[in-house]
């Protein structure tokens, strides 16, 4: 039973369930970002703490971002007995992340064979005020009996990666007692670290050196009845930047540490609270999404991007995907521009490489990287290695071209609501006609107008297809949008001319003709055509594999899919939701809803959350609300399996998305926000702040 919808809570620990609650248990403040692994080492444990943008090459491998040296970890032994919940379970336990300030509490009553029971007290935090400062407060309670702890705690570089190490060493000091600092470069010659550590509490302790594990040690008898407190400091400073102080909070500071870290989330939650009267696990799941959108969101340019699963595991090795323009981007563009403009950004600086990427594939324009990492070239591998078998190719990188179109559609998006100008006519204008380009040099003249060959569309099941819908509807609506833009730069102050983007206005004016060429394939019944031959592809009944936990995809295997009408995830359906002019009227959306949707199987995380979206639009609300709750499951639930390798990021943000643009139905109209309610059956009501051209909305939504 939900009572506090800021806190998410555990109140068992289960091994086999581990890795995924070490993924929902991430903390984060837009800088760093650890994992929910425990103070103690456990067996198959993914210890890692992040810093945004911090990516390295090491070699053999494909870039990602390298987790730092871990600053959580605590070995501790009671009486002798190693602190180890698997080896003798816990007779209390209880774990909350506190949503509102970012501080996450484990409880523990534990007593090991021949020891007193001890209560144990670890919080964790990641300062939201100072970003590179991480702290750790522990509380032994000796309940019964006297205890002697052995404590061990420091930097430890031995963990954090799973593919090879990151950092070497370079040097530790210890310039007082308690004072650890370490130095590291990473394995790629790309960056360099320096660690400070501090551990107040401890009274003497020994420190042992070891240069990719130094730590402190001590030996403390706590008397039956009193307490230990322990605090530690840690502070990261990456390439000897500037911006971050190395020193450390005083002494006795961690519940002020606390409280500064709540306040700077507090000014954060004022535009992205959300409220539903009626129903607090939504809430609660709201919250969860929010905080960890906003803990993963770079909130000045770094250079970092926002990773397909956060900075909460290794899954797809932080690269970013379409996910974070089409579901994270808006989310923010509504609640917390600047941190999409700070995406936008990252967007623009991967400009060069997308001209690169076009030029390569010997087209013009820009083409940008379906996964990108520090820069804007192309990251995404071009083989898989499956445990068991061959290395299969994976072919996203070079077809699925959507993506161009994707993030000039964040961009326009941010630019409609905010009508920051200079964005558009700094950046946006280039990564719009830039694209459309693109799209000129890749259509092929054909029967029935221009088409697109040999593409992915979001729908990854069918590969190399032509004229998915998606894209070419994308590609359409990016050339339109371009033309439009122009229009709007040619008398708008301070935009640059055309000339200056390199291009003239006779390029641009053949754009819209182009558009209205492109394949646009529907029945007489305005059901899309998702790809050429769709439509003859054999049908299977997708309820009749049910119950199943695995995709259809590893059932039925890639060879035969490609002759299967079975999607994995919204198409015709995303497209429509994106521009809605595609849904002309309510029929043909509910006709293109009905033809698609059983054959749809959510086997991507971005689906169901879009599909509870669409289903709302569609005053469909009690399949849109069952939508919305297996969408919050996989997470919150694990109910993909492979939780373990990070928060889903484009299902948090479209979950947002599916309650305030689906539910509420916010749009944009002439004046400002529009609502449109198509709440479900417990929700009384949904609160929510939209930011319009820099005024603030308070938002509350009833039936
Ligand atoms: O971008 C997605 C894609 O649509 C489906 N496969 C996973 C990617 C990363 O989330």
Same mark, same amino acid.
């Given at each position: 039973v939900t009572t506090d919808t800021w806190l998410l809570t555990e109140d068992r620990h289960v091994p086999d369930v581990a890795g995924w609650k070490e993924a929902i248990f991430t903390i984060a403040n837009g800088y760093l970002s650890t994992r929910g692994t425990f103070e103690e080492r456990r067996a198959g444990e993914l210890r890692c703490t992040f810093i945004n943008g911090l990516f390295v090459e090491p070699p053999g491998e494909i870039e990602l971002l390298g987790a730092v040296p871990d600053w959580t970890g605590l070995s501790l032994t009671v009486d002798g007995e190693p602190f180890d919940l698997d080896r003798r379970p816990p007779a209390g336990y209880r774990r909350t992340l506190d949503l509102r300030s970012g501080l996450l509490t484990r409880t523990v009553l534990w007593r090991g064979a021949e020891t007193g029971t001890v209560k144990l007290t670890f919080s964790r935090l990641l300062s939201m005020a100072r970003p590179n400062l991480a702290a750790l407060h522990l509380t032994v309670e000796a309940l019964t009996d006297t205890v002697t702890l052995d404590v061990e705690t420091g930097l430890d !570089?031995? +963990?954090?990666? @799973? !593919?090879? @190490? +990151?950092w070497t060493p370079a040097g530790v000091e210890q310039p007082s007692p308690t004072l650890l600092t370490a130095g590291y470069r990473s394995v790629d010659g790309r960056h360099t670290l320096e660690v400070a550590m501090r551990m107040d509490g401890l009274g003497d302790a020994k420190a042992i050196t070891e240069p990719d594990h130094p730590r402190l040690r001590a030996t403390v008898t706590v008397p039956a009845g009193e307490r230990l407190e322990l605090t530690k400091y840690v502070a990261y400073r990456p390439d000897r930047g500037p911006i971050h102080p190395m020193d450390l909070p005083p002494e006795g500071s961690f519940s002020s540490v606390v409280g500064s870290s709540r306040t700077a989330w507090s000014e954060r939650w004022r535009g992205s609270g959300v409220t539903i009267d009626g129903d607090a696990e939504a809430e609660l799941a709201l919250h969860f999404a929010a905080f960890q959108l906003i803990g993963a969101a770079p909130p000045t340019d770094t250079g970092a991007g926002i990773g397909a699963r956060l900075m909460s595991g290794f899954g797809y090795r932080h690269h970013v995907f379409w996910d974070t323009d089409i579901f994270i981007t808006p989310y923010f563009t509504l609640t917390q521009p600047d941190l999409s403009r700070t995406h936008l950004a990252y967007r623009f600086r991967g400009l060069d490489g997308a001209r690169r990427k076009a030029a390569r594939f010997g087209r013009k324009g820009a083409f940008w990287a379906w996964e990108s990492a520090a820069t804007g070239d192309d990251v995404t591998p071009e083989w898989s290695k499956p445990v068991f078998g061959p290395p299969v190719r994976i072919w996203t990188g070079q077809l699925q071209e959507h993506i161009t179109a994707d993030v000039a559609w964040a961009a326009d998006h941010y630019w409609r609501w905010t009508g920051d100008d200079r964005f558009m006519a700094d950046e946006g204008l280039a990564i719009t006609l830039e694209g459309a380009r693109y799209w000129v040099s890749r259509v092929e003249e054909g029967s029935g107008g221009l088409h697109i060959r040999d593409v992915i569309g @979001?729908?990854?099941? $069918?590969? $190399? +297809?032509?004229?998915?819908f998606y894209t070419n509807a994308m590609a359409a609506w990016q050339l339109r949008r371009a033309v439009e833009l122009a229009h709007w730069a040619a008398s708008a102050d301070g935009a640059p001319r055309l000339e200056e983007l390199g291009f003239t206005a006779g390029e641009v004016a053949g754009f819209a003709a182009l558009a209205d060429r492109i394949h646009l394939h529907s029945r007489r019944d305005g059901v899309w055509e998702q790809h050429d031959g769709f439509f003859g592809l054999a049908e299977i009944d997708l309820a009749a594999w049910e119950p199943r936990v695995r995709a259809i995809y590893d059932l039925l295997g890639e060879e035969r899919l490609q002759h299967t009408a079975v999607i994995k995830q919204a198409d015709v359906v995303m497209a429509m939701a994106l521009i809605p002019e595609h849904a002309r009227t309510a029929v043909t959306g509910a006709a293109n809803w009905d033809y698609y949707a059983p054959k749809t199987d959510h086997g991507s995380s971005l689906s169901l959350a879009l599909h509870a979206r669409v289903a709302a639009r569609l005053g469909r609300t009690e399949e849109a609300y069952e939508l919305f709750g297996r969408a919050v499951a996989i997470d919150l639930a694990d109910s993909m399996g492979n939780g373990r390798d990070g928060i889903h990021a484009a299902t948090q943000g479209g979950l947002l998305l599916a309650a305030i643009e689906g539910f509420a139905g916010l749009g944009l109209g002439e004046d400002g926000p529009t609502t449109d309610p198509r709440l479900p059956e417990p929700w009384r009501s949904i609160g929510f702040t939209v930011q319009h051209r820099g005024t603030t909305h308070e938002m509350e939504v009833t039936r």
């Amino acid at each position: 039973v939900t009572t506090d919808t800021w806190l998410l809570t555990e109140d068992r620990h289960v091994p086999d369930v581990a890795g995924w609650k070490e993924a929902i248990f991430t903390i984060a403040n837009g800088y760093l970002s650890t994992r929910g692994t425990f103070e103690e080492r456990r067996a198959g444990e993914l210890r890692c703490t992040f810093i945004n943008g911090l990516f390295v090459e090491p070699p053999g491998e494909i870039e990602l971002l390298g987790a730092v040296p871990d600053w959580t970890g605590l070995s501790l032994t009671v009486d002798g007995e190693p602190f180890d919940l698997d080896r003798r379970p816990p007779a209390g336990y209880r774990r909350t992340l506190d949503l509102r300030s970012g501080l996450l509490t484990r409880t523990v009553l534990w007593r090991g064979a021949e020891t007193g029971t001890v209560k144990l007290t670890f919080s964790r935090l990641l300062s939201m005020a100072r970003p590179n400062l991480a702290a750790l407060h522990l509380t032994v309670e000796a309940l019964t009996d006297t205890v002697t702890l052995d404590v061990e705690t420091g930097l430890d !570089a031995t +963990v954090g990666s @799973p !593919a090879t @190490p +990151v950092w070497t060493p370079a040097g530790v000091e210890q310039p007082s007692p308690t004072l650890l600092t370490a130095g590291y470069r990473s394995v790629d010659g790309r960056h360099t670290l320096e660690v400070a550590m501090r551990m107040d509490g401890l009274g003497d302790a020994k420190a042992i050196t070891e240069p990719d594990h130094p730590r402190l040690r001590a030996t403390v008898t706590v008397p039956a009845g009193e307490r230990l407190e322990l605090t530690k400091y840690v502070a990261y400073r990456p390439d000897r930047g500037p911006i971050h102080p190395m020193d450390l909070p005083p002494e006795g500071s961690f519940s002020s540490v606390v409280g500064s870290s709540r306040t700077a989330w507090s000014e954060r939650w004022r535009g992205s609270g959300v409220t539903i009267d009626g129903d607090a696990e939504a809430e609660l799941a709201l919250h969860f999404a929010a905080f960890q959108l906003i803990g993963a969101a770079p909130p000045t340019d770094t250079g970092a991007g926002i990773g397909a699963r956060l900075m909460s595991g290794f899954g797809y090795r932080h690269h970013v995907f379409w996910d974070t323009d089409i579901f994270i981007t808006p989310y923010f563009t509504l609640t917390q521009p600047d941190l999409s403009r700070t995406h936008l950004a990252y967007r623009f600086r991967g400009l060069d490489g997308a001209r690169r990427k076009a030029a390569r594939f010997g087209r013009k324009g820009a083409f940008w990287a379906w996964e990108s990492a520090a820069t804007g070239d192309d990251v995404t591998p071009e083989w898989s290695k499956p445990v068991f078998g061959p290395p299969v190719r994976i072919w996203t990188g070079q077809l699925q071209e959507h993506i161009t179109a994707d993030v000039a559609w964040a961009a326009d998006h941010y630019w409609r609501w905010t009508g920051d100008d200079r964005f558009m006519a700094d950046e946006g204008l280039a990564i719009t006609l830039e694209g459309a380009r693109y799209w000129v040099s890749r259509v092929e003249e054909g029967s029935g107008g221009l088409h697109i060959r040999d593409v992915i569309g @979001p729908d990854e099941y $069918h590969i $190399h +297809v032509d004229d998915n819908f998606y894209t070419n509807a994308m590609a359409a609506w990016q050339l339109r949008r371009a033309v439009e833009l122009a229009h709007w730069a040619a008398s708008a102050d301070g935009a640059p001319r055309l000339e200056e983007l390199g291009f003239t206005a006779g390029e641009v004016a053949g754009f819209a003709a182009l558009a209205d060429r492109i394949h646009l394939h529907s029945r007489r019944d305005g059901v899309w055509e998702q790809h050429d031959g769709f439509f003859g592809l054999a049908e299977i009944d997708l309820a009749a594999w049910e119950p199943r936990v695995r995709a259809i995809y590893d059932l039925l295997g890639e060879e035969r899919l490609q002759h299967t009408a079975v999607i994995k995830q919204a198409d015709v359906v995303m497209a429509m939701a994106l521009i809605p002019e595609h849904a002309r009227t309510a029929v043909t959306g509910a006709a293109n809803w009905d033809y698609y949707a059983p054959k749809t199987d959510h086997g991507s995380s971005l689906s169901l959350a879009l599909h509870a979206r669409v289903a709302a639009r569609l005053g469909r609300t009690e399949e849109a609300y069952e939508l919305f709750g297996r969408a919050v499951a996989i997470d919150l639930a694990d109910s993909m399996g492979n939780g373990r390798d990070g928060i889903h990021a484009a299902t948090q943000g479209g979950l947002l998305l599916a309650a305030i643009e689906g539910f509420a139905g916010l749009g944009l109209g002439e004046d400002g926000p529009t609502t449109d309610p198509r709440l479900p059956e417990p929700w009384r009501s949904i609160g929510f702040t939209v930011q319009h051209r820099g005024t603030t909305h308070e938002m509350e939504v009833t039936r």
